[in-house]
């Protein structure tokens, strides 16, 4: 009746690893907005503190390679293009991490 096709481990791997992918891209994508439509209604180190914790998230998503570094930086690069209003705040790793 329902056929059903057997894959490789590998294969299933590298399917879950890109639905992984394209899951963070999305969350992170729609946290960027969410937070773009806040940020007007907000102080302005109110809305920074966000976007320094969203930037926290991010690069913690990169570190476990749940999304990739060049499609994050995507994601940043055109939600700033889309929301101006949006803060840019420059995250200082500590030197133990930043090595």
Known sequence: MFGRTVRSGREDASVIEETRCE???????????ALACVASQLRHAEAERLVELASVATMHAVALELIQAERADEIW?????R???????????PRRLAA
């Not at 690069?77 to 293009?81: C, G, I, L, S, V």
């Not at 101006?84 to 200082?92: R, Y």
């Open 83 to 93: 929301h101006p209003q949006l803060p840019q705040v420059e995250i200082e790793l």
């Open 23 to 33: 899951r963070t891209a999305r969350l992170l994508a729609a946290r960027l907005e």
């Open 77 to 81: 690069r055109d939600a700033h293009t």
